[in-house]
């Protein structure tokens, strides 16, 4: 049973959902990152998504722009986020997830990157610029190293398409809750619920919900209709601040023990 199986048992048997959180590796820089990371995951954060930072990050809002740039402009690089990576796999079990576009991935070698993913302890890959009918060069290589493919499902995705997107699918699925780019919101303009339901009995695996996602309220609520959830932007919005490592860290602790505890049914 994979990291990531084990998971979503856990949390099943613990009676509340996954909470997934999205990080810009690099923002402000590697070595807090890697702080934030070990804090997140004992404050109550299940699976951790590592966001590679790129130049032309076209799925996601200002937040994680400026995050990616500022990460870039510090000289963050594939091979130093794998790094940080294995050490953080030396300190917690919970799943991590390479969150990247697929530029980056072909640049690196994707049979290279499978394989050193596998080897540090690094669960999956969700590549947001891969469609459908890209994947299949990728499920060999993702196969051979034990490594998942996240699926990412759009608000606009027909029932049809969304079936065949999950059908082969391992580890969890994305849904997105919001047309757009990523980026905190205080609520949504169309309730997800009956998409996430609707998809659930699709998937053979969990499905979790982002996008959006700002407070414990509306955690709670989007909740209720999925396995879990992904924030992002909100917290790397604390990243962003004007402030001292410690107290960037101390605030990501204390947001995702709000969130975390918001989960639990």
């Known amino acids: 049973m994979s990291r990531i199986e084990k998971c979503f048992e856990r949390c099943a048997a613990e009676n509340r959902k996954a909470l997934v959180m999205y990080v810009t590796a690099g923002c402000p820089d ?23 930072p790129f130049s032309d990050p076209m799925a996601d809002g200002p937040t994680i722009q400026v995050s990616s740039q500022k990460a870039l402009d510090a000289g963050t690089e594939l091979k130093d986020i794998l790094a940080m ?5 030396t300190k917690t079990e919970a799943p991590m997830i390479l969150f990247s576009y697929y530029n980056v991935i072909l640049a690196y070698g994707t049979e290279r990157l499978a394989a050193e993913c596998a080897a540090l302890g690094i669960d ?3 590549i947001v610029d891969v469609p459908l009918e890209e994947r299949d060069e990728l499920l060999p290589i993702m196969h051979q190293h034990n490594l998942s493919l996240i699926p ?35 609520s949504f303009k169309e309730d997800p619920a ?72």
């Open 124 to 126: 999956g890959w969700l």
């Open 30 to 52: 590697l070595q807090t990152t890697e702080q934030l990371i070990n804090g997140i995951t004992a404050a109550g954060a299940d699976i951790i998504e590592l966001g590679v």
């Open 152 to 186: 990412l499902i759009a608000p606009t995705t027909p029932p049809e398409r969304a079936a065949k997107i999950v059908e082969d699918a391992s580890g969890f699925v994305y849904y997105i809750t919001v047309k757009g780019v990523t980026g905190a919101r205080t």
């Open 85 to 89: 990576g294995g050490r953080i796999r």
């Open 194 to 265: 009956k998409k996430l339901a609707t998809l659930r009995k699709l998937s053979p695996v969990p499905v979790v919900a982002g996008f959006g996602i700002s407070t414990p309220e509306m955690a709670a609520e989007t909740a209720k209709n999925a396995d879990g959830i992904v924030v992002g932007s909100a917290l790397v919005k604390l990243t962003l601040q004007d402030k001292s490592p410690e107290q960037i860290i101390k605030e990501s602790i204390e947001f995702v023990s709000n969130l975390a505890r918001a989960l639990i049914k």
